[in-house]
């Protein structure tokens, strides 16, 4: 089981979710605050720090609403989260919804919506003010005029900017974004899961092929004064989407050789760890196997902790239901109870 809230600083409990910052997130702060920084100063604009920490508010609320699409359409569909791991484009752990693919669908696209709402909210506005939205659209890695005009002005504009690259970004079929598990959980009913899964994978290998031959053919010589060469971020969206197909197809390997080592199903209880630790012949097993074994124990000592807390929270459930009626109960205790008595039937018939 991944921690997706490895190397993530913990910002506490927001509404009943655990909410962390990935540590990439404050690199790309970083990163924006001193090349902001760097244009004011080259435009000769008064208090150039300003410009930074602004472009980092905007980009954290951005994400922020991102995330909170994603938990609304989970939680609207039946599902429920308690984690939220906020990366530079988007959140890094998707809501849990109950397994089908449709769902899962609305639930990957709710982020991307909320960028084209923004688009569309602020795009008006830019216009009634002056400002020329063309450079924000063609040039989204070099978009011209930003910190031209008023501070309010500068602020649309770089809110437009950001919700551009997001959406864009995030519409792409890799690994990690949300247009990666759209298109996944589209092409699950075709294919099934794992076969979806790494069809993803080599298509966001594929993205990061295109995107170095991209960076190649835009390289130019006569651009090298620039503060940020054009093929720089190119190649660092490629290995990023190479890197993450990887690991998509590695989870999935690793995940398959768990099935035919252990023959174990998740819905059907947990038999299987009662398997003696030798192989069809009585042989030991390596050391690989051994270890394969312990990392299935603690996956399974831990969704044992998880669901016996929650049939402990299924008794506040009822009490509740019992004062207040099924519709005086909120949707993640509706998702709780949904999941409880799913496992009790899976249980009998086992």
């Known amino acids: 089981m991944r921690d997706d809230s490895q190397w993530s600083l913990n910002c506490g409990l927001w509404g009943g979710v655990r909410v962390y910052v990935h540590a990439s997130l404050f690199v790309a702060f970083v990163t924006i605050v001193y090349f902001a920084m760097q244009v004011a100063q080259l435009r000769e604009l008064e208090d150039p720090l300003v410009y930074g920490l602004m472009a980092s508010a905007i980009l954290l609320v951005s994400l922020l609403l991102h995330e909170l699409a994603h938990v609304v359409a989970a939680w609207r569909l039946g599902g429920s989260t308690d984690l939220v791991v906020l990366g530079p484009v988007g959140g890094m752990h998707l809501p849990n919804v109950p397994r089908e693919p449709h769902r899962e669908v609305i639930v990957a696209l709710a982020g991307p919506l909320v960028h084209f709402l923004a688009l569309l909210v602020l795009g008006p506005a830019l216009i009634v003010s002056g400002a020329s939205l063309g450079d924000l659209l063609l040039h989204p890695l070099y978009p011209g005029g930003m910190l031209s005009g008023s501070l309010g002005t500068v602020a649309?504009?770089?809110?437009?900017?950001?919700?551009?690259?997001?959406?864009?970004?995030?519409?792409?079929?890799?690994?990690?974004?949300?247009?990666?598990?759209?298109?996944?959980?589209?092409?699950?009913?075709?294919?099934?899961?794992?076969?979806?899964?790494?069809?993803?994978?080599?298509?966001?290998?594929?993205?990061?092929?295109?995107?170095?031959?991209?960076?190649?053919?835009?390289?130019?010589?006569?651009?090298?004064?620039?503060?940020?060469?054009?093929?720089?971020?190119?190649?660092?969206l490629a290995l990023y989407f190479f890197f993450s197909s990887q690991q998509e197809v590695q989870t999935v390997e690793e995940d398959d050789q768990e099935d035919d080592l252990f023959g174990y199903d998740f819905s059907q209880g947990f038999s299987s760890l009662e398997q003696p630790a030798v192989g069809p012949r009585g042989r030991q097993r390596g050391p690989m196997r051994r270890w394969l074994q312990q990392r299935q124990e603690m996956k399974e000592r831990r969704l044992r902790e998880i669901e016996a807390e929650e049939e402990r929270r299924v008794d506040d459930v009822l009490i509740r239901v019992k004062e207040l009626g099924i519709d005086g109960l909120s949707p993640e205790d509706r998702s709780l109870l949904h999941r409880v008595s799913a496992r009790y039937r899976n249980r009998l018939q086992s």
């Open 156 to 236: 649309m504009k770089m809110a437009f900017w950001f919700n551009w690259l997001l959406l864009l970004l995030n519409l792409m079929p890799a690994p990690a974004l949300d247009g990666g598990r759209a298109l996944r959980s589209i092409l699950w009913p075709v294919m099934g899961y794992r076969a979806a899964v790494r069809t993803v994978s080599r298509s966001g290998t594929m993205i990061a092929v295109m995107l170095c031959m991209l960076a190649l053919l835009l390289h130019d010589p006569s651009n090298n004064a620039r503060l940020v060469p054009t093929w720089l971020p190119l190649v660092m």
